[in-house]
C-alpha cells in the first residue's frame, strides 16, 4: 500500500502560505476559504478595502490575515511584501493571486514577492511542491466573441501570455507559475449579467438547470466547491508537476461560443 496515493496525502496544503490579492470578496475569498479549510497555516488576503478585508477573516481568525494594500501602487506591494517577510515564515510560500486589474498590476505585484517565493523554496522539505504563482485570468483570454469587448478580450489573453512568459523567466528561481481561468461564476457583478441568460428563474445561479444547456454545458455557474478543487489541485502536491499551464474551469462554455484553447 502506497500512503502517498492518498487523496489526504495527495491534496493536503498542510503548512502553506499564501497571498490573495482581491482575497476579501469573490474568487480571492473562494481561494482563501478553501486553503483555511484545508490546513493552511496563514493566508494573507491583500485588497483596498480593509473592512471587507476583516469581514473575510473573522471566519477563519487564526489563519486568514487582512493586509491592505492596492496591487497598483509599487510602493504599497513593497511595503506588502515586508509585511509578509516579518512573519519569519518557515514553510514553502505560495502565491495566489486575483487579478482585476491589468497586466501591468500583475508584473510588479509578482516582481515585488519574487525573492519571497525563492527564499521559501530554500525553506522547503524535499518533498514539498516549489513556491508558485497562480494567477487568475479569465475564460474569456480563449474566446472570439466581440460582444465580450476587445480590450477585455485582449487584457485577459495578454495576462495568460505573461504567466507562460514568467514560468520560463524564472526557471532559475524554481518557482512555477500557473494560471486559473474561470468561466461564469456567481458574483455581485455576474449576477446582474446573467440574470437574462436564466432558463429557470426560480433556480440559483450554481443550481443545475439553471440555464439551458445549448448556453452552457453544466446548465450552472461555478460553485465554491468547483474553485476550490482547482485551486487545490495546483496548490498541492497533487499539481507538484504543473508550470506554465492554464486551468480552465468554465462548464464547457468553451464549447458553445467561438474559441480558441
Known amino acids: 500500500m502506497d500512503e502517498s496515493l492518498k487523496c489526504n496525502r495527495l491534496f493536503a496544503v498542510d ?3 499564501a497571498v490573495i490579492t482581491g482575497g476579501g470578496s469573490g474568487l480571492g475569498l473562494m481561494m482563501a476559504m478553501a486553503l483555511a479549510e484545508n490546513g493552511a497555516s ?10 471587507k478585508l476583516r469581514e473575510a477573516a473573522a471566519s477563519y481568525p487564526d489563519i486568514l490575515v487582512p493586509l491592505p494594500g492596492d496591487v497598483t501602487s509599487q510602493d504599497s506591494l513593497q511595503a ?5 517577510r516579518q512573519e519569519k515564515v518557515t514553510s514553502t510560500c505560495f ?8 497586466c501591468a498590476a500583475t508584473y510588479y505585484t509578482v516582481l515585488a514577492l519574487l525573492e519571497l517565493l525563492s527564499d521559501g523554496n530554500k525553506r522547503r522539505e524535499s518533498d514539498a511542491p516549489h513556491s508558485q504563482v497562480i494567477v487568475t485570468s479569465n475564460m474569456v483570454a480563449f474566446q472570439r466573441d466581440p460582444r465580450y469587448g476587445f480590450a477585455y478580450l485582449g487584457s485577459k489573453a495578454a495576462l495568460v501570455r505573461m504567466v507562460k512568459s514568467f514560468a520560463t523567466l524564472v526557471v532559475g528561481w524554481e518557482t512555477r507559475f500557473n494560471t486559473i481561468a474561470p468561466g461564469l461564476f456567481p458574483s455581485d457583478l455576474s449576477a446582474a449579467a446573467l440574470a437574462p441568460f436564466k432558463r429557470a428563474k426560480d433556480k440559483d445561479l450554481s443550481e443545475e438547470g439553471a440555464f439551458a444547456r445549448s448556453f452552457l454545458p453544466a446548465e450552472r455557474a461555478g460553485s465554491v466547491q468547483d474553485m476550490a478543487g482547482a485551486l487545490l489541485y495546483l496548490a498541492s502536491r497533487a499539481g507538484a508537476y504543473v508550470n506554465g499551464s492554464v486551468l480552465l474551469v468554465g462548464g464547457g462554455k468553451k464549447a458553445t461560443t467561438p474559441a480558441t484553447y
Open 42 to 51: 496563514k493566508v494573507y488576503i491583500v485588497g483596498r478595502r480593509e473592512n
Open 15 to 17: 503548512g502553506l502560505v
Open 95 to 102: 502565491l495566489a493571486k486575483v487579478y482585476q486589474f491589468n
Open 80 to 84: 506588502m511584501a515586508q509585511r509578509v
